[in-house]
């Protein structure tokens, strides 16, 4: 892939006592729509005001194409930042709200003109300059807060939760103009968001953080396929997260039945995490199953049936298109390949950290 | 929801009452002389030339006072509002406090900073600087305007500047604005409606005031307020003096409309 | 880092420049001295006297009452208007919230003003209940956008739920909605409260006699030079506050406002809900019990019997008001005025029934001639055999047939001077014009006696009414302006003990107590002359107390009575038993408390020169001042 933009290195916040960011180190590439997910609090919105010069990192060094701006004031940084609550000027209007940094770095009228009608047709808002920002609606102040930081041709658009405030079908109408714009733009994007369905729709690149730290840093596929501990399992989706041990390679023990898995490298009967997602658990006749089970709930999703499934005391979330009513009887089996082997942290500092292979 | 609206019946009849009428009667009494028939005559008192200096002094001496007050209370509150101090705290220690020692009290005790043989001067002896002549000149009586009048003006300011959204002045910074920049587009333009609800908070009392002149400016020098009241209080012509607060009242109206204007929300106000 | 000293450089500028006259005051109530313009050492006696100073402790405690009474119904009615305003249309409520905005933004003047003329067109004698009127109306306002801004924030829902959960509205209201602008209502409390505490313009239009609450005191005293139990009075409110707010304040440490900051925000709530909840409504209530107490013990007697005085400033003996309510069991209800010119409309308009006012002798002509005066039973004031006769007779310039008044003192106005600061022997008015003593000169701030002074100077009668003679005069005083300090009046005294300046026009009676506060200065009476003047007790028509008016009159005209008089005001008595009865014979020969007719050759009493010349004298005086 493409060259490294930004580097983040060792950067360390922390409010009083607070530690919200510890010694944290990742690098986003060009052209890359990376995401940093994770639950409120977990310091990812902290990571974009210091990329953005809001805030001083106590530690620790921004590089940007590969010169440190650690003390370079926001208005000399080459990205631009597009903010949860908009941050819209009141007192402008939309035309001159998108002007704004134009104005600033003394282009000319045509260019500037130019610009916002080019903008204004990007987020397919023509012919709103006139209008106030209050008398726009939630999506529309959105696409204007974009249109006014992409006119500056930033080399990186920070936006922190760009679409929490925004309703369900909106939300994913602006999901995918906001893929349509990376595109057409050719820039990257640094994308906030606790929305894991939002992350995996529109990131290249997702970052999962906890509590300050990075969790596990890959692609979609990898996040969701392959989570690295119980916290990315839980945090992505929907998941069965399993006490279990491994008795030796490729065998695990878990609901009172030895299974076969891919995994190797565990050791001889360690305890682990299973992960297996719900519509990875087959549900077949009870003789055929590895273990059996009765279905406890069952309710109606549209795309699937989501149904409890109580086996050997633990409750297993299953996703199927059969249906099978409550108190059936069901066999239970599931793919080796969809068996995610997980080690256990030690403690709940261990835990917060992530484990590093 | 109709018993919830009758709740306001109480007010509005005390309202009526003793704010409607009686400005009822002051037009009253302007419009007419002492046998009750109409005239123009008290309203036509404010251009001989010994009230029209009167006014024109007052006019004077509020503007500038307003002016020093605008300058001093605006980076006060620019700094107050940044430092994220507990609002209450910093209400009570600039405006509430003081309000606990009689105001009057407070102004007669610039008497003895200001005077002649007063802690100033004496201050400034020490320091082998000239003597100041500040008691009974106007400037004595700008000061206790401004000393008087300046919480007024910082508390409306302050509000506004507090409510601006941090994240609207980081997005100005963002798009290249620098300190400056970010000040005379944004946080100046968005602190607009505090500006002017603190102008007239200070401007009018400024204007109106007899007891300020009478006491720092040595009853030298006579303000429109002071007119007024001793239209009122010695004269005893009140249809002189309601005549005379009439022609106040106009510049009070043009203010009041100056804040219905800029600050619809009423985000501007001070409490 | 440079920044951030600037910025606490100039909060600290800004804050001294707030303080500066607070730490002034609270030095001051530890002067031993009287008077505010010396230093007389440190002393705490005042903290004592206070106590002792029954006026002063009924003014705060009318200022308090007030303040609680009005804060109170304001908060109930503005309160109740702001919750109906929220339920209102647009429309309605602009209108509404416009209404509100005018007593905010209106000048005070102008507020204070329009009451009054209600008031008194409507009959309501000015007094206690007036002030109660006009504080509640200037402090709704205040309550209801307070608590405006807490309606709009609570959710509309918590109150539906409530009903829906079966309480009833009222129960609803006060369960659910009122705890969540519980601090609105609290701040507009406060806020109403501090705003009556420290109001004086709106009061001093709308109060009435015998009635002061702290402001109002204060500026009455302004002139005569504050009571420095007043200073101490307002350090010990100021501290009482200052250390409440600081338990309220300073307990926590200021954490900013994250998560772990958020416990102690608790806490923080905790005890300031503790101190709003207990000890304010704690200390209220112990204000206004003890107070009242107070207040009733004293003024149990007024619904007997009273009398309504009205008389200058500083002049008379306290103790003889007490002497003659312990002697006759008559509440005496005291008012002060500063200068005929205030106290004339006050009768005329009749808004007071005044019962005795002590005029000057123009002052009493012109109330014969307007019909204000009523005649004198003296078979009800047997004393009137010690009132001296040159005196009765002088007063028949003013009052023909001596039906209408009874001499009380008398004096000169003359010219004192700081013999340090003037070389020359001063004899005559012309000193007040020389050049030499510009900013050193304070002349008196009242049109007949500075106009009195100048014709006499220019050698014309101090009666003229010939315009030109008084256009020369006004020239004369406009000349003489830029020279001038101060327009004055009582004030003159302490300015004078306090070197502030080196020439004053001022009453014989001060002369006396200022040369014993300061030994460097003299009294002269110039030689082209000058005014003789009398004050003299007199009963308004439209007195309610007329037979206790008569009381008090004979009560003063007691040789004893004038003595205790001279002791404390120092002014001239015209009873010659009275003056025997002075101790110290320098006194009693004292030759500028009782001239001798060789003194007084030049010198003239006061006429009233009827209405129209009264307002040229007016109309000329207001010329001088505006220039």
């Known amino acids: 892939m493409s060259n490294k933009l930004i580097d983040i290195v060792n950067i360390t916040k922390s409010y009083d006592e607070n530690i919200v960011l510890d010694q944290l180190n990742l690098y986003i590439r060009e052209n890359e729509f990376l995401t940093l997910l994770g639950p409120s609090g977990c310091g990812k919105t902290t990571l974009l005001r210091i990329l953005g010069g809001f805030e001083a990192p106590d530690s620790g060094d921004i590089i940007f194409d590969g010169k440190n701006i650690n003390s370079l004031p926001p208005n000399r940084r080459q990205l631009n930042t597009v903010f949860q609550k908009y941050a819209l000027f009141s007192h402008m209007t939309i035309a001159e709200n998108i002007a704004f940094g134009l104005k600033i770095k003394g282009k000319t009228k045509g260019y500037i003109q130019d610009k916002i009608r080019y903008a204004l047709k990007l987020v397919n808002l023509d012919g709103f300059e006139n209008r106030t920002p209050d008398s726009l609606s939630g999506g529309q102040q959105q696409r204007i807060a974009i249109a006014r930081a992409i006119v500056n041709e930033p080399k990186v658009l920070l936006l922190d939760e760009p679409l929490g405030a925004l309703d369900l079908k909106l939300r994913q109408d602006m999901q995918y103009e906001l893929i349509r714009l990376k595109n057409e733009l050719g820039i990257t994007f640094l994308y906030v968001t606790h929305d894991q369905e939002e992350a995996l729709t529109m990131s290249d690149t997702i970052v999962v ?91 109606f999703k549209g795309v699937h049936y989501e149904m409890e499934v109580l086996a050997n005391n633990y409750e297993l979330l299953v996703h199927s298109t059969d249906m099978f009513p409550v108190g059936t009887e069901v066999g239970i089996k599931v793919d080796p390949f969809d068996i995610q082997i997980m080690q256990k942290p030690e403690s709940e500092d261990e835990e917060a950290a992530g484990i590093e292979e | 929801m109709k018993s919830r609206k009758l709740l306001t019946g109480p007010y509005l009849f005390w309202a009526v009452s003793f704010i409607i009428i009686p400005l009822l009667m002051i037009v009253y009494y302007g419009l007419t002389d002492k046998e009750g028939n109409f005239t123009l005559q008290n309203l036509a008192q404010i251009t001989t030339p010994e009230n029209m200096k009167a006014l024109g002094l007052a006019l004077l001496l509020s503007f500038i006072s307003t002016i020093i007050c605008l300058v001093l209370a605006y980076p006060l509150a620019m700094i107050l509002s940044e430092k994220n101090v507990n609002q209450s705290s910093f209400i009570v220690l600039i405006f509430i406090l003081p309000m606990w020692m009689n105001s009057l009290l407070r102004t007669i005790a610039w008497q003895n900073l200001l005077e002649k043989n007063g802690i100033i001067n004496s201050v400034l002896g020490f320091f082998h600087l000239p003597a100041q002549g500040l008691i009974n000149t106007p400037y004595a009586i700008v000061l206790g305007m401004v000393y008087n009048f300046l919480p007024f003006m910082v508390l409306p300011i302050y509000n506004v500047l507090a409510k601006i959204d941090k994240d609207v002045i980081f997005a100005a910074r963002d798009l290249g604005a620098n300190n400056l920049q970010t000040f005379t587009r944004i946080i100046l333009p968005l602190s607009v409606p505090g500006i002017i609800s603190g102008i007239t908070m200070v401007f009018v009392p400024s204007l109106t005031t007899f007891v300020i002149s009478d006491l720092l400016g040595g009853s030298k020098i006579l303000l429109i307020g002071n007119v007024i009241e001793q239209e009122f209080k010695q004269g005893s012509n009140w249809n002189t003096g309601s005549g005379l607060s009439l022609v106040l009242m106009i510049f009070i109206i043009v203010s009041m409309a100056l804040i219905a204007k800029y600050d619809k929300d009423g985000e501007g106000t001070a409490f | 880092m440079i920044k951030s000293a600037a910025k606490r450089f100039y909060l600290i500028l800004i804050f001294i420049l707030l303080y500066a006259p607070i730490v002034t005051l609270i030095v001051l109530s530890f002067n031993s001295s009287k008077t505010r313009a010396k230093w007389g050492g440190f002393a705490g006696k005042w903290y004592i006297t206070l106590f002792q100073n029954q006026e002063i402790m009924n003014a705060l405690y009318t200022t308090l009452i007030i303040a609680l009474v009005s804060a109170l119904i304001a908060t109930i009615i503005g309160t109740a208007a702001a919750i109906g305003v929220q ?525 129209e010349n009264d307002a040229l004298y007016n109309r000329l005086w207001r010329e001088v001042k505006s220039r």
């Open chain 1, 209 to 299: 953080m906890n509590q300050g730290y990075v969790q596990q840093v890959g692609t979609p596929e990898d996040i969701y396929n392959e989570p690295q501990n119980a916290f990315v399992a839980d945090f992505i989706g929907d998941s069965n997260i399993l006490s279990a041990t491994m008795v030796e390679d490729k065998v695990v023990k878990m609901l009172g039945a030895v299974w076969e898995c891919v995994d190797v490298g565990f050791g001889k009967n360690k305890p682990v995490d299973a992960v297996i997602r719900p519509e990875d658990i087959d549900l077949v006749k009870p003789k055929k199953g590895i273990i059996q089970g009765v279905v406890t709930h069952i309710i």
């Open chain 3, 87 to 611: 339920a209102m249309k647009p429309k309605f409520r602009t209108l509404t919230l416009g209404i509100t905005n005018i007593p905010m933004l209106n000048a005070d003047i102008v507020t204070g003003i329009s009451l009054m003329l209600l008031f008194i067109a409507f009959r309501f004698s000015l007094g206690f209940k007036t002030i109660l009127l006009a504080h509640i109306t200037f402090n709704i306002p205040y309550v209801i956008l307070s608590v405006l801004p807490k309606l709009k924030q609570t959710n509309k829902n918590v109150y539906e739920a409530a009903l829906d959960l079966g309480a009833s509205p009222v129960y609803a209201f006060f369960k659910v909605v009122f705890p969540d602008i519980m601090p609105g209502v609290f701040s507009g409390f406060l806020l109403a409260f501090t705003m009556s505490l420290d109001d004086f313009v709106i009061t001093h239009f709308t109060k009435g006699p015998g009635v002061d609450t702290l402001s109002t005191k204060i500026y009455s005293e302004v002139r005569k030079g504050i009571k420095p139990e007043m200073y101490a009075l307002s350090t010990i409110m100021f501290l009482t506050v200052l250390v409440l707010l600081m338990l309220v304040n300073t307990a926590p440490d200021k954490t900013d406002v994250l998560s772990s900051g958020q416990i102690e925000i608790k806490k923080k709530h905790k005890l300031s809900r503790f101190i709003f909840r207990k000890v304010v409504p704690t200390a209220i209530v112990i204000v206004i019990v003890a107070g009242g107490f107070f207040y009733g013990s004293h003024n149990s007697a007024a619904g007997k019997s009273q009398v309504i005085v009205y008389n200058w400033g500083e002049y008379i003996n306290p103790d003889i008001l007490t002497k003659f309510e312990k002697e006759t069991g008559i509440h005496v209800v005291y008012e002060e005025y500063e200068t005929n010119e205030i106290m004339y409309p006050k009768i005329q308009s009749g808004a007071i029934a005044y019962d005795v006012v002590c005029p000057s002798d123009y002052m009493v002509q012109r109330m014969i001639e307007n019909n204000l005066l009523a005649e004198i039973d003296f078979d009800k004031v047997p004393n009137i055999k010690y009132i001296d006769k040159p005196y009765m007779d002088q007063a028949r310039q003013y009052d023909p047939e001596n039906k209408y008044s009874v001499p009380y003192l008398f004096g000169t106005v003359g010219i004192l001077y700081n013999k340090t600061m003037v070389d020359e022997p001063v004899d005559s008015w012309g000193i007040l014009w020389d050049k030499k003593y510009k900013d050193s000169i304070l002349m008196q701030d009242s049109v007949r006696d500075t106009f009195g002074v100048t014709l006499k100077y220019l050698g014309y009668s101090l009666n003229s009414t010939d315009l030109d003679e008084l256009e020369e005069a006004k020239k004369l005083l406009i000349e003489q302006k830029p020279l001038v300090q101060a327009y004055v009046i009582d004030q003159v005294r302490d300015k004078m003990i306090g070197n502030e300046a080196a020439l004053g026009v001022i009453y014989s009676g001060e002369a006396l107590y200022t040369q014993l506060e300061n030994p460097n200065l003299e009294y002269v009476i110039p030689k082209e002359g000058s005014n003789l003047w009398i004050d003299s007790w007199v009963i308004p028509k439209n007195a309610e107390h007329k037979e206790n008016a008569e009381k008090f009159i004979n009560f003063l005209c007691r040789p004893d009575i004038a003595k205790m008089n001279y002791d404390y005001t120092t002014y001239s008595i015209p009873n010659s038993e009275g003056r025997k009865l002075i101790e110290d014979k320098a006194l009693r020969d004292n030759r500028i408390t009782f001239p001798e007719p060789e003194d007084l050759k030049n010198c003239e009493t006061f006429k009233f020169l009827g209405d």
